[in-house]
């Protein structure tokens, strides 16, 4: 059956196991010191325009947050998210598990306001109990957030700019970079998101790789060991050339935006085809349809799908993720599924 | 150069990278819910006799030793290991990160001995201050160990009842399982390995795989909720197919343990090479042959090696890995070198 | 200046420091084995009706809560608790510290809902990513809670019940646990408590010691070796007959009930004087009187109290606490100054 | 029966219950903010010569171990201690809790010696495996060693001369500090300490408090946010006053080493009575003699003592310590058991 459930149902880009394949039998040294990963480390940089940028290869996402998080906090520091972010929700206590707290602020379609912000940073210096609660250390957003949505450049900034006042880094989970940046909704370039960071993640799991998030810390800033922390949390691939393959040729001609770009234009079409019926309006690889429960019923026999929450009402908010990999055909059928 | 490093020099074995490729575009679950993780599995149970047993597919062995070991510890309990162990020595305190101490007793060529693990066990219960001291919760050895030594079927045996005397459980760290399994040195077979453990691994890095380590629990015996915490460890792959299809691969027509054949075959070539000089007899596919400084020096040049540790006569014990991937040619090559 | 600004203004009940003296060069065990905690907590057992009770002593309060949490929870586990719980908000993340994340529901004058309970218990359970968060592993509440109320017979069963349905254990913080069991809004006895919960502690810090607080486990069900954790956890005291010498004063002559009956007595003349103007009605020592800005200005020359939080039209919740220590002649002088 | 078992085998000394009696009930801040504490603060920095000392009091040895070590390391970091320091082997894994592995040295005698500790420290630095292990991040000592012994002046410049040359703190637990520098053995003076470490505290639980340790900063270089990293420890007070109290009368007219001085008398009388017989030549106030089984049993009916090791040949290792509450007349007593 045809499915629709995430971004991570195919294996890789065939360009990916083409590199691996040609690749196989060369000796290279272990753990990231190979001549793959400084090829990939290359393209990055220049990909982001951060010629100075600490480049890092993890292998997950959750992986990923918690080592950066707890690399990049002081014992007695938190990291403030939205209430939906991935970190808070989903990973299991992953940055609980390294003895930090998430603390968390409204989101709005998925997204944190940096008013909203602000006004909880304000709220907490002037809290006459601070010195007894979890002192927030650093930012934490998606892009795309897990709804989606994308923050514009105005809305990126504005939140760094909050950062800076308190002196905060911020911290973007790119686990979806590529679908956010190839949106038409999206008016930040790569260059521009690395200058407004502190560090983040280019996603490589759920964007044509079987597996790997590239991390990067654009000003040359990353935390000092960062390469023991990384063994320390089990992050560290004795083989990192499977990720150096992978990300040099996401990073050659262009291949990460390109295929994002292909994903985007299947979403564009899901999106039309629930076009009446969305939970958000989401400019990227996620579409939210609303169903009632006997719609769902009656398409789950056909494709699959997620169901991301069920509504007061009875109706369900469903997920259907295009990728990479997915085809107009797939497209298709959803369509004639939905609309017979 | 051709480089005897390590066991992880090259990518994967090729029907590995064949079967990435078939199985590409099928369409499959994350988080290791595939058909090919669960053909994998029912494999892995049949090749160790343990129709019960569960099975978890992690990405490396630092990660998989850190998670095994915080799921099965009380958070006031330590992990006994001899004092080369791994998880002791050269994982940047991944074990500790997880809240837990390593309890190191003596080592013997890498191994830990029955009476002595014993005797620690017997003392601490003994000592009237056992109560401020960490508890010992687990037992820890690696097969082949880091000197590529075996423990005997009698070994395991001496040390499996003091275990069961002590009721604390047996973890084998397999990262290398398949070279000790084939080693003409080793009277266990992997049904008798997994009889004797109450957890162990078998390790797809080193022996053929791009990554990925298979955790067994013999009798059917996982902690509970072992699933979150592996995601709670950053542990969990999100294409887990990725471990399930090369697991499926090693486990078919006994590929695993036959190019683990291989490696040994190469090895004592390698050792015959260096017969005369052997730090240890090792019966695996690492080899630790004794050089002056200038004997290496020369030999540099030529081939890649590792230094392991300096004697204090200023000799240099240094190491030779076989895989999969050595070829004949290569140790040809390498005799060349050093009996020119 | 006379303070009103928390129950732990003053040292020790005259009682204590009595017996402190008393006893001050009696010999004894380190580490709670002395008789005066064997004393402690024989008379402890009796108070509570628990004659299987496991009884031990800690510092403080965020100690406990986190020493006990800790103790109880695997490490795929966080503890619930409402939004305001004092371990969600002003413990500094000693919850997290120990690798454990707070799982917060709503509040309502600082007490959960068992309905509210029950709902997030079941929609965890019912949520499809469940095995991917952290999965609720005991529930927490303080009595009385942070803002002065207190859970009735009625409501605390209720609550105990979703706990059992769940199979979670009950751990209630009772660090202020005499107000709010000489309170008359209090149809709870000290038996009744400790027969619904799993885990409890008696506070000794706010309650007329000078530290310490009795955890008790009244079914015998202490965790395996919680000694040891609490010897970890930084929380055993060398010389424990500190804090035994303390509660078996406190549990002598019924002095605990008896003191804290004078708290509530000094607390219900502070609600009279602030009748007119008060947050939440709170049946125990702690009161909050709103105060204009101006009025708090005004009355912070004369006395002090503190500052909860303010509300959004600008006027402040204050805090005004009463304790064993608190004198009719502290309350005149307050009331005076109040309305002149 | 008499006890030489430890040295808290008593309450407090009696000018410390006499000034907790006289200050019961003023009211004063919470958490340390008290005139107490400042009081006692001042005269700490008197005490050690250094005025710009940042001072914290916290109650337990184990506690402020593992809070300062945690407070001071980065997450990648271990703590250097010799194989019998207090925190390697009787604290229950109280760092390693924290996160963070404790590397062991040899010991002498209870000591480390600079030049191992160099040889360590360079063999680290030189090993091609470093990133992979944990990264050395301050250096342990105790003053006196868990065997009553001390560091000469020579002896710890040496250490701190290795510890300068890495970069590393140097950490001074004097949970029996008074005992060591009260010592005819002891050529150093508690503002030579202070200048020669980063960090010490002057222990109050073993010389005549009822709990407390003075946490020093000599250079006013307290981690930032320390106090919240106490809070998040466990290790805050409410009635940071009984602190205060305590160390104020301590550090009044020179209390504490007077007291220090009658322990090290009465250790004095003690190492004569065992002359023959001593395990080590303790300078301070424990003291480790050796006696047959039969001696042991023999006296241990009328005194009572710890047994500390075995030796091979059966015969013990025990410990007698005296404190500021030894009176002659026990020695006196002591003496006719053994010599009748």
Redesign the interface.
Known sequence: M??F??D?????H?LI?EA??R?????????GEDPFCESAKAKIREACGTPDADVFFL??????N??VI??ML???E?VVAAQTGHIA??????V???????LTIPQHEGKMHADELAAYLEAFHAD??A?????PGMVYISFPTEYGTLYSKAELEAIKAVCLRFGLPLFVDGARLGYGLASPGCDLTLPELAALCDVFYIGG??VGA??GEAVVFPHGNA???F???V?????????G??LGVQFDTLFTDGLYLEISRHAIEMAKRVKAIFRDRLYIDSPSNQQFPILTPAEAEALRGKVQF??WETLPDGRLVTRFATSW?TTPEQVDYLESMVKP
Chains 1, 2, 3, 4 share one sequence.
């Open positions: 045809i499915s459930t995430c991570y149902s195919e294996g890789a065939p196991l691996l394949a690749t196989n039998m060369i000796q290279a040294p272990g753990y292998v997950g996402g959750t992986q990923t918690s080592t707890a690399a002081r014992g007695y938190g929700v989903h990973e299991a206590g992953a609980e598990f390294s003895g930090h707290k998430v006459g109990s010195d007894h609660m979890v002192q799991t759920k079987l597996c935390p000092a060991h390469f023991t922390t063994k320390q949390h089990g992050a560290l691939l004795a083989k050339r499977l997620e169901v990999a």
